[in-house]
């Protein structure tokens, strides 16, 4: 699978996601156009991505190809915080 193609599936597979979990009562849906990759790696006959959309709701999205199996899985998380932690603050290291 070339990596444009596993993009292409990645964005679909996220967009139809959310649009199938998301709050009926935000009256929000989105097309793979709102969709962004944020990093992709190809291993083999693997893949995995991760991605966000335009909608400011704090949740990624894990999605991997799993070649010998001509699987896709994903993974939906949801971002909590964002914390600053710098080792020269920290005690013991």
Do not use: R
Not at 46 to 53: E, G, I, Y
Not at 66 to 91: C, Q, T
């Amino acid at each position: 699978m070339t990596s444009d193609k596993f993009t292409e599936i990645c964005k679909k597979v996220v967009s139809d996601y959310f649009n199938e979990h998301s709050d009926a009562t935000n009256h929000k849906a989105i097309s793979p156009d709102d969709v962004y990759i944020v990093w992709n790696c190809k291993t083999l006959q693997n893949n995995k991505a991760l991605a966000s959309t335009t909608v400011s709701d704090g949740m990624y999205y894990e999605i991997t190809y799993n070649g010998d199996k001509d699987e896709f899985y994903l993974d939906a998380y949801k971002k909590w915080e964002n914390v600053v932690i710098k080792p020269s603050e920290m005690e013991g290291i």
